[in-house]
């Protein structure tokens, strides 16, 4: 029987990032991970295949609409969707690949099989028990169904089966205009797909800032999607490989059905922690079945830690990611910290989205005094000349101090842009300090210091 100073169970961005900090500390290090590869959700069936599949789509969408304009002459090309999946798949196994190779160069053990927790201390793994003086959960998420709706992954999908369609279906229905949804509907739209998205709310994109959202919606709306919001879906009926999806508008309670060829159910996530018998060892959960822990990712029982979607927070990779490191700093004695009003949120649909911090709702409704710097890139030269002039840049400052407090970006590379703002909140950093700070040109970064100009005396290229 073998023994660790940390076990880790699941290899996912916190799993595997929370691994290689602790053997990168000195620790005996093993992770437990029951799929034929590594990187957990993000990796797999997530973050990465969608990437590949977004900007496949996206280089379609470039060839269809602006290569003509460029002097780009000859047919648009057509789709092979086989090859498609095949590069998606590829991009997959290079990444999950270099999970393995990070492994073996930390000299971290990869305990194959799916773990349970049978005693403090302890983790087993099919018939093998091994010790552990410090056990980190961090397995994740699973999609999250409404009730009344049975997945198949073939008609009816989570964003699992919206990654492997043995074709691109005619129409498709999104059920949640959250990130999943939107993303892979983007993606269907560029391939032909109909794609209506039917959401329960009344905006798109929940906890977003709202003008950001209005914007958002109608840009897709623009790019072919169909919205239908402020509807209840009621259950989704599958015959003749066709899916009719019965949902009740609640302002007026009236009744109304649509059939497509493919559902996908994009209704959020929630933590899997399956098999792991949290009950027997009397591991606290939330209301909502996150495992409880204190400010140091600890349980109520000592020796055993939760990280990432499993606990409260953003089910984000990047937040997984740093209290992976946060929480073997604190199994190695230091005293780390994470800040949470600096995490920030993409969408990576074109234009992508990103945001950090406060919107104008909280803000107001924590009655804060603020100001508002925007800067549109239609001002923006690089963006003009790339055929990306919408969208804008959205700074919040505080109205006496100029401290920056949220920002909120929809245009082109918007999911990098958002992180030199994210780094001058972390310092505290007011808008002038973005605002005479020199930015190379032509960049789409201008646009940040432009809006960040607009929060003082005025933008100069609007």
Known sequence: MSSYDVIVIGAGPGGYVSAIRCAQLGMKVAVVEGRETLGGTCLNVGCIPSKALLHATHMLHEAE?????????????????????SYKEKTVGQNTGGIEFLFKKNKIDWLKGWGSIPAAGKVKVGDDVYDAKNIIIASGSEASVLPGIEVDEKTVVTSTGALTLPKVPKSLVVIGAGVIGLELGSVYARLGAEVTVIEYLDAITPGMDAEIARQFQKMLTKQG?????????????????????SYVVRKDESEHTITADTVLVATGRKPYTTGLCLDALGVALTERGQIKTDTSYATNVPGIYAIGDTIEGPMLAHKAEDEGMAVAEVIAGQKPHVNYGVIPGV???????????E????????????????FPFLGNARAKANFAGDGFVKLLVDA????????????PMAGDLIHEICVAMEFGAAAEDIARTCHAHPTYSEAVREAALACGDGAIHV
């Open 65 to 85: 609409h602006n290569f003509a304009e460029m002097g780009l002459k000859g047919k648009a090309p057509s789709v092979d969707w086989k090859q498609m999946i």
């Open 225 to 245: 999607l169909k919205f239908t919001l402020g509807a209840a879906v009621q259950g989704v009926e599958v015959k003749n490989n066709k899916a009719t999806v």
């Open 347 to 357: 969408i990576y649909t074109h234009p992508e989205v990103s945001n950090v911090g």
């Open 359 to 374: 919107t104008e709702e909280t803000l107001k409704a924590a009655g804060r005094a603020y100001k508002v710097g925007k």
């Open 400 to 411: 006496q101090t100029d401290r920056i407090l949220g920002a909120h970006i929809i245009g």
